[in-house]
């Protein structure tokens, strides 16, 4: 995103970095784009263009991070943001009189973190969630088998038709050690290339994971089980809080 000009009030910036609001009136305007509040990849990449009423100068952010804004004309290039998320997007003016917020969708997929116990159950499945909504029904598409960081496949075992994953016939070995060797706290990002039969015509998308590997769940750190629990609520389309995601959402794989 672009970086704000000098002279915006301090109020404008503590109200980007989600503050502000006690001395400030939220939705005083309206904010809408012109593409819907539900965005789809092209092969036109047409920015979605936001509609201010009253119309004012100002600026645009949004929460959580991965949505490409420009936070001078509040133009959302949708074909590099991060896809299947759920976005709040705000914007004030520059005299500090208008301030509106509403949600953006970028279609496509993303899982939900979790932890994932091997021991449970005699399938483990992992399914993707569409338009960030746990509701919506996936379209029909084609998912491709994931590669990790060095473009190797190390996660053949996508279903094509769903991008569903069961971990119970997840080579572990493969995904996260060519050595045979699995350490607690052994993680992988593994990105997996998809395309689906809706208003995106089919254009190719990719949604990555973070595999993470534990011996025992016990041995899981709090720390780590908050953000899995932080990334679940963000997923599902629930609460977004100004926080910043550092990585893709988590799937902690344990064996017991």
Request: proline share 4%; charged share 20%.
């Amino acid at each position: 995103m672009k970086t704000i000009k000098l002279g915006i009030t301090l109020c404008v910036l503590w109200f980007l970095s989600g503050g502000c609001k006690d001395k400030l009136i939220v939705n005083k305007c309206k904010l809408s784009y012109d593409q819907g509040d539900v965005l789809y990849l092209s092969s036109a990449n047409t920015p979605a263009i936001p509609s201010v009423d009253p119309n004012a100068r100002g600026v645009f952010a949004a929460d959580p991070d991965g949505l490409s804004i420009d936070q001078n004309t509040g133009y959302i290039d949708i074909n590099n943001s991060a896809t299947g998320q759920k976005y709040l997007v705000k914007y004030i003016s520059l005299d500090n009189n208008q301030i509106c917020e509403t949600f953006i969708t970028i279609s496509g997929v993303r899982y939900t973190a979790g932890v994932y116990n091997r021991s449970t159950a005699n399938s483990l499945v992992v399914n993707p969630i569409y338009n960030a909504n746990s509701d919506s029904r996936l379209p029909s598409g084609n998912f491709q088998g994931g590669r990790n960081q060095q473009g190797v496949i190390v996660l053949p075992e996508v279903t094509a038709a769903d991008g569903s994953i069961d971990l119970k016939g997840v080579n572990l070995n493969r995904l996260f050690s060519q050595s045979g060797t699995i350490r607690d706290g052994s993680e992988v990002q593994v990105t997996i290339p998809f395309s689906l039969n809706d208003d995106s015509g089919g254009i190719q998308n990719q949604v990555t994971l973070n595999f993470i590997y534990y011996n025992a769940q016990s041995s899981i750190p709090e720390a780590l089980l908050a953000e899995i629990k932080e990334q679940q609520e963000e997923t599902r389309g629930g609460r977004i809080n100004g926080e910043k995601n550092h990585r893709p959402p988590g799937v902690i794989v344990t064996e017991k």
